[in-house]
């Protein structure tokens, strides 16, 4: 199996890790709004449940919406820029970001190791290990990296989905 399908697999499952946290998120919050409204018992730990997936739905949907072309970029200086130009741009731009992600993963695996040292718990309406809230990030953080890495080696590479065979 090519690079190329690979790296396809794996920012797809991005996609669905995203999609399917916001969907939980969804039901959980319209479960506890209407359950209350109807005076059902109350799942306590939803907010917590939907406070701690947000980061989730996000670091998934960073390297997946890159991939796909659909990151927030500044299309006026593009459209200034001849497409020589706009190639340089956007690689330099790549290379910049995939330093940024690489120094997020090593930070938040410091941070991570460190809360997982110091034995931290978080005391809500659920009781966990505090280094669980930070597992996403250096994951996150590394799957984008990997996507910049990309842009970088090929720039002109995806575009979208429909430029890799299924």
Not at 49 to 69: D, F, G, K, S
Not at 140 to 153: D, K, M, Q, S, T
Request: hydrophobic letters at 55%.
């Amino acid at each position: 199996m090519s690079f190329t399908r690979v790296h396809a697999a794996l920012m797809r499952g991005c996609g669905v890790v995203a999609a399917a946290t916001v969907a939980a998120i969804t039901l959980l919050v319209c479960y506890d709004v209407v359950g209350r409204n109807l005076g059902l018992k109350s799942l306590v730990w939803v907010n917590e449940v939907t406070e701690y997936a947000l980061p989730i739905a996000t670091l998934a949907a960073a390297p997946w919406l890159m991939w796909r072309n659909q990151h927030v970029r500044l299309d006026v200086l593009g459209a200034l820029l001849s497409p020589r130009a706009q190639r340089h741009v956007d690689r330099f731009a790549s290379a910049l970001a995939l330093v940024v992600s690489l120094l997020l993963v090593w930070y938040s695996v410091k941070v991570l190791l460190d809360s997982k040292g110091a034995g931290s718990l978080v005391i809500k309406a659920l009781v966990f290990p505090e280094w669980w809230v930070y597992v996403p990030v250096p994951i996150g953080f590394a799957l984008l990296a990997l996507e910049c890495g990309r842009r970088v080696i090929r720039p002109s590479g995806l575009t979208d989905e429909s430029s890799v065979a299924r």
